[in-house]
């Protein structure tokens, strides 16, 4: 190697100073709307998709009987009369303790 590639640099290397370049308002506000307008659209679905939180998979039968059910009965989806059908059950097959146990237990994994 040359002596030349041996030393050091005697000093501080210099660059160019950067500044940084503001955005317009009009860009900021355009920005915002869109952004609200996003957050907007996320929480009306998740309003829809409050009673679909998961899905059961039941046989073909048990699915087209569900179908009748809803047709005879006031209940205009599935979960609402599954729900009274829980209820009902509830109330009439099981014995005291039990429905102190099960109230207990859905107020638990409800919170």
């Known amino acids: 190697m040359t002596e030349n590639n041996r030393k050091k640099p005697s000093g501080l290397i210099k660059q160019p100073r950067v500044v940084p370049e503001l955005p317009d308002k009009t860009v900021i506000k355009e920005q915002k709307t869109k952004l609200k307008e996003k957050q907007s659209d996320q929480e009306s679905v998740k309003k ?16 087209q009987q569900i179908d009748i059910l809803l047709k005879f009965s006031s209940h205009k989806f599935a979960y609402e009369l599954i729900d009274s059908m829980i209820d009902n059950y509830v109330d ?14 859905s107020k638990l994994i409800s919170e």
């Open 48 to 63: 829809i998709n409050l009673n679909q939180q998961s899905n059961i998979k039941v046989s073909l039968n048990t699915k």
């Open 92 to 105: 009439t097959a099981l014995d005291v303790d039990q429905k102190r146990a099960f109230k207990t237990l």
